[in-house]
């Protein structure tokens, strides 16, 4: 996949790359790292530069991922009756994020850019609930963007003349990228288990000074 990316996008340039980037947000299974390691990759060649390369990737990324959320927002749940997004939002996996969506809320919009094959669907349900405004999304896809883009671009432009050395990376940035994702869901799982604790205490408390004042006044 490295090598045909390569070949292709040093014979068509950023437009190349660009569509490549929306067909990933459209859900098609193209590995959208893989996809901008290669736009590195020639930006350390004569066929681009590396810092116009990562506008196009963040261009094609935000659109291809505003792309998925308009087309649930404009078409709401009758979206599921087309063919291609029944496939990938499948009833099952409707429900899933749903339940997602309520425990983890706008976090589960930043985590989403790091899930392969969960994004796209994500990105659908989330304009499909009406409840997460365009502007609200575009900021937090925007802010994983802004880490996740320019990772994956300069490791391709930096280590593209070792492609054995510069899979490794990638390999150890995707690990990292995942335990640090794990490390923020535990957090975010722990600050609301806290808040419900602390919500539950302070409705026992208010509930026993209830009973107290009640009882002092006979």
């Not at 996740?148 to 990228?177: A, R």
Request: net charge positive.
């Amino acid at each position: 996949m490295l090598d045909f990316l390569v070949q292709f996008f040093s014979d068509y340039g950023y437009f190349a790359v660009f569509s490549c980037l929306l067909l990933c947000g459209f859900g098609v299974p193209v590995p959208e790292d893989i996809t901008l390691v290669s736009g590195g990759i020639i930006s350390g060649t004569e066929c681009a530069n590396p810092h116009i390369m990562l506008i196009v990737g963040l261009a094609g990324v935000l659109i291809g991922d505003s792309t998925m959320y308009i087309a649930g927002r404009v078409f709401g749940y009758r979206i599921q009756k087309l063919r291609f997004f029944r496939k990938l939002l499948t009833p099952k996996r409707f429900s899933q994020i749903q339940k997602k969506f309520k425990q983890y809320g706008l976090g589960l919009l930043f985590v989403a850019r790091f899930l392969p094959g969960l994004r796209s669907p994500i990105y659908l349900v989330a304009g499909m609930s009406h409840r997460i405004s365009y502007i609200t999304f575009i900021v937090m896809d925007g802010l994983a963007a802004i880490i996740s883009v320019p990772v994956w671009i300069y490791l391709g432009y930096f280590f593209g003349d070792n492609i054995d050395l510069l899979m490794e990376y990638v390999h150890d940035v995707q690990k990292g990228i995942y335990l640090l994702l794990g490390v923020l869901v535990a957090l975010i799982v722990f600050f609301i288990i806290k808040r419900k604790l602390h919500a539950k205490l302070d409705k026992v408390t208010a509930e026993d000074n209830h009973d107290t004042g009640s009882s002092g006044e006979k």
